[in-house]
């Protein structure tokens, strides 16, 4: 919380001209004092909690932290924008007009949306993004096109994701770490954030986590039964319309993991059959000249040259001030690659059109901090030889990742929430072995250290880049 603090004021001195105002302070204060507090406060009160009542707890505290910021959000978004959409609501806009043009279809009885969606957008929705657009539409039939309501839904879907990090985590690492991995993901700015929009990311990451954990499940329990196996072909089927390369990546991820786990995780008979289903499954996504199929194989063959294009873009475009933001171009792989764990860094000054990205800059940094560990525990995992035995959430973080270094989002915040649940679990695990050795606790005051001169560095390059110092 301190370097927290001297990064903010230190940013506020340098860059005076643009110093932030004093109300995106308070959200970055609340968020960054309230993640680390309550992290250490409710990690020791509910450490002797049953198992059972510490699930129930979780979840209905986690739902009601996401409920007050639905209602709260709600009423922010009229006051600042007159909308209930947040700063520059390019894709939430989108999808609200698509979603209600759709509801009403079906209140028609008309369920023949997916054309219906394609024709109305113009061909700008594609097969890989119809998911959550047609999602929405059922969700606005249902409640008369309340966005409200559809936000409350995100709310019990972000509180039932922290249940399944705590199941996952406990059976990866034990009932301590577990518990505090749930914790983190509970009070995670960014986590609750998203549940007052109307973007996908919120669904997104409770699909991901919801197909780790029962895909964990299967693998180190033994159960082949019927409606854990769907939750495995079901729930990459649905991500495919969704975001196309989270599915692919969890896809994959299990392949590796049906290949390199430990014996000890799971036997080659169950292997086997797993492997078939996969295959089986991946081949008919693949092989069959699909739509989805084809949209994986562009994004595979234009990966490189799609990112060096938009990075070039980013540095001609101008913004409403007139400005440009010259430095973009000299962003890629090779840059995002070292960062990619801790990225992005907070925006601690004013800069046009970044309104959203000052209101969560607390949640940046949180993850900036917390980074540390997540990488330690790689490291720690790797050269111990244990990583075998947490092969799948270690394969969907590391690979999707990898997926971002080489595309157009690499510093987007919201492309990284997927993996946030999987990094704060390691992160967890990293910072239950930081006391073994002295060089890891010097290494985290260093790192405090780093991150506050990455801080006030990224805010040079913002302003710097657009000519404002």
Known sequence: MGVYLCALLLCSAMYANNAMLWYWWLF???????????????????????????????????????????????????????????????????????????????????????????????????????????????????????????????????AWTVVLVYKLAVRNFGESVGRMSAILCMLMPNLIFYCGLQLKEIEMVFLATLFVERADYVMRRGSLKTLPMLYLMLIPGVLFFVRTALAAVLVMAFFVTLILSTDRIMGWGRRIVLIVIATIFA????????????????????????????????????????????????????????????????????????????????????????????????????????WRKHVLPL??????????????????????????PFALMFAVYGLTKIKQKRWMERGYVFWCILMMVAAIAWNWFKLAGRGMV
């Open 283 to 386: 081949g008919t996504i693949m092989l069959n000249n699909t739509s989805i199929g084809t949209e994986v194989k562009e994004m595979w063959q234009t990966r490189g040259s799609t990112q060096e294009g938009n990075m070039e873009w980013r540095s001609t475009r101008v913004d409403r001030d007139g400005r440009t933001q010259k430095f973009a171009k000299y962003a890629g792989a090779a840059v995002f690659a070292p960062m990619i764990f801790t990225i992005p860094f907070p925006t601690m000054t004013e800069t046009e059109g970044q309104e959203n990205q000052r209101m969560i800059h607390g949640g940046y940094f949180v993850k900036n901090i917390t980074s540390y560990f997540t990488i330690l525990a790689l490291f720690i995992l790797l050269f111990s030889g244990n």
């Open 395 to 420: 394969a969907v973080l590391c690979g999707y990742l990898v997926v971002l270094v080489f595309s157009n989002f690499a510093h987007s915040e919201r492309f990284h929430l997927p993996t946030l």
């Open 28 to 158: 970055g204060l609340i968020e960054v004092c309230g993640f680390f507090y309550y992290a250490n406060v409710l990690s020791k009160s509910w450490r002797f909690r049953s198992p059972k009542l510490f699930v129930k707890k979780l979840f209905w505290t986690s739902f009601a932290l996401r409920l007050a910021w639905v209602i709260l959000s709600y009423f922010l978004w009229y006051h600042w924008t007159g909308t209930a959409f947040t700063f520059h609501a390019g894709d939430e806009l989108f999808y609200e007009d698509v979603a209600q043009y759709a509801a009403g279809l079906i209140r028609e009885g008309n369920w023949n949306i997916v054309p219906a969606i394609q024709d109305y957008s113009g061909g700008d929705v594609m097969y890989s993004d119809m998911g959550y657009p047609v999602y929405l539409s059922i969700i606005y039939a249902i409640s008369d096109g309340s966005i409200l309501f559809a936000r409350v839904l995100k709310a019990i879907w972000s």
